[in-house]
């Protein structure tokens, strides 16, 4: 029997497709990233139906949605359920090797050896160098599943945390994509974003004292993008030089994208606008994935696990809830699903359905932001979702929202399952409350930072 290919899988946490340059950003973000993407597949519309990080992964490893596998908060209570078999404990069935690093949501199951790597905040200078310190866990752990490679395939999963903010990537990054006064008194754009109660205690943590320009953090986030791409490129040179690259499915993959600027959303990932829901997705596994092709056809997480299980030629009895993206990469067929549930619940609990046209978004209870409790937005002629058009197509809402609904009792029938985001309960983590019941306490309730070590650290700063 032929031996199985091994697997590497990226996962990126909070990754724009559209900061990237090969994704058409007019910004080189990720050069290293692009020759990579030439060397296979490159998926243009790959989305993360379920909002954030916890219910992504909980898709993107096993192949199922958020009715099979019932997570879909952030705060997830509980482990994944026993029914559902993760990608690592499928390979592991299969013989292969697995390591885990940076992650452990409860998709995470099953892997032989789990590491961790410092991925959030600064370190002593000031900055966060999160990507080489994934290096210096994994390469020592990447040559020992390369040693023992004869004997089995490996499964590597790293999740990369560069994009998540605190955006503070290394000289000489923190200026490449800019050049101005980050604090010019002149500039106003920062105002509302430290004015807002519920996050500006978190950014006065990491964001410079005084801080006026938006375009000064944008290029943060784009300078973490591009370290990391250098760092990535690190992971790649090691596996040409143990001579495994070519023999190895390498996956690039994004959990959720990233808001910047964006709907008020300032810098994170909640908002069930195409900003976070649109990931890149980019497979590389030469002679059996073209090279140099771009996929224009619609897929989502839940597709990943079945992919992978075809590329490495391995069977299974498990009826996934997505497909494999093979015949999109072969062009057999044109697209999978175009109109898809979407959910989120982080900082605000709402779900949705969007079309290639259209996009519904529809409140679970009120929000921080004060949003309106429904949100229509066509995105063939406003695709930045600016103009809500729920007063001028009360029919088109109608319209989305039965078949939101009618996706909804399909599935429940299906899974025997309720939809998890109608069940969550404190979902935001505070004990009691309960759904709130108003914007007003939303508003007064959400909170991230502390604001002792926000004024020390802004303390610290002034006296150097």
């Known amino acids: ?61 096993t192949g199922m949605d958020t009715f099979s596998t019932q997570v879909v908060a ?13 990608l690592a404990e499928i390979l592991k069935e299969k013989g292969y090797d697995t390591t885990c690093v940076g992650f452990g949501a409860p998709s995470g199951r099953g892997f032989d050896t789990y590491l961790e790597f410092s991925g959030w905040g600064p370190d002593e200078s000031g900055r966060s160098p999160k990507a080489e310190n994934l290096n210096k866990t994994t390469l020592p752990e990447l040559n020992r599943l390369i040693d023992q490679n004869d004997e089995k395939p490996f499964f590597l999963f790293l999740r990369h945390m560069d994009p998540h903010s605190p955006y503070l990537p290394p000289a000489p990054y923190e200026r490449t994509f800019y050049h101005g006064d980050e604090c010019d008194p002149n500039n106003k754009s920062m105002e509302p974003v430290m004015s807002f109660k519920p996050f500006c205690d978190y950014f006065a943590s990491w ?64 908002g069930l606008y195409d900003v976070t829901l649109h990931v890149p997705l980019i497979i590389r596994f030469p002679g059996h994935v073209p090279s ?34 093979i015949p999109l990469m072969n062009g057999e067929i044109a697209s999978y699903e175009s109109e898809f ?41 406003d695709p930045d979702e600016n103009e809500n058009l729920v007063e001028k197509h009360p029919d088109i809402v109608n319209v989305l929202e ?62 150097e």
């Open 207 to 270: 964001m410079p004292v005084g801080i006026t320009d938006k375009d000064y953090v944008i290029a943060q986030y784009d300078g973490a993008i591009a370290y990391m791409d250098a760092c990535i490129q690190t992971l790649f040179n090691a596996l040409e030089t143990r001579g495994v690259l070519d023999d190895t499915i390498v996956i690039i993959n994004g959990d959720h994208g990233e808001t910047l600027y964006d709907h008020e959303c300032w810098f994170d990932h909640h």
């Open 1 to 61: 029997m032929a031996k199985k290919p091994n697997i590497v899988l990226m996962g990126v946490d909070s990754l724009l497709a559209t900061h990237m340059s090969c994704y058409g950003y007019d910004r080189l973000t990720t050069p290293h990233i692009d020759k990579f993407a030439e060397g296979g597949t490159l998926f243009e519309k790959t989305y993360s139906a379920h909002i954030p990080t916890t219910s992504a992964y909980a898709s993107m490893l």
């Open 292 to 325: 140099g092709k771009r996929v224009s056809g619609y897929n989502q997480h839940k597709d990943l696990v079945p992919t992978i299980l075809e590329l490495a030629d391995i069977e299974t009895d498990i009826s996934f809830d997505g497909n494999s993206l």
């Open 74 to 86: 952030l705060r997830h209570q509980g482990p994944l359920r026993e029914e559902v078999k993760t």
């Open 341 to 381: 549930y979407i959910t989120e619940c982080t900082w605000m609990r709402k779900h949705g359905w969007r079309t290639p046209e259209w996009k519904l978004i529809v409140a679970l209870e009120p929000d921080f932001h004060y949003k309106p409790p429904v949100e229509l937005y066509n995105l063939l002629q």
């Open 402 to 463: 039965t078949r939101m609904k009618n996706w909804i009792l399909q599935r429940e029938k299906e899974t025997g399952l309720p939809n998890p985001i109608m069940n969550q309960g404190d979902w935001h983590g505070h004990k009691g409350i309960g759904p709130f019941k108003s914007s007003d306490q939303a508003y007064n309730t959400m909170h991230i930072g502390n604001p002792g070590e926000a004024a020390r650290l802004q303390a610290k700063s002034r006296e």
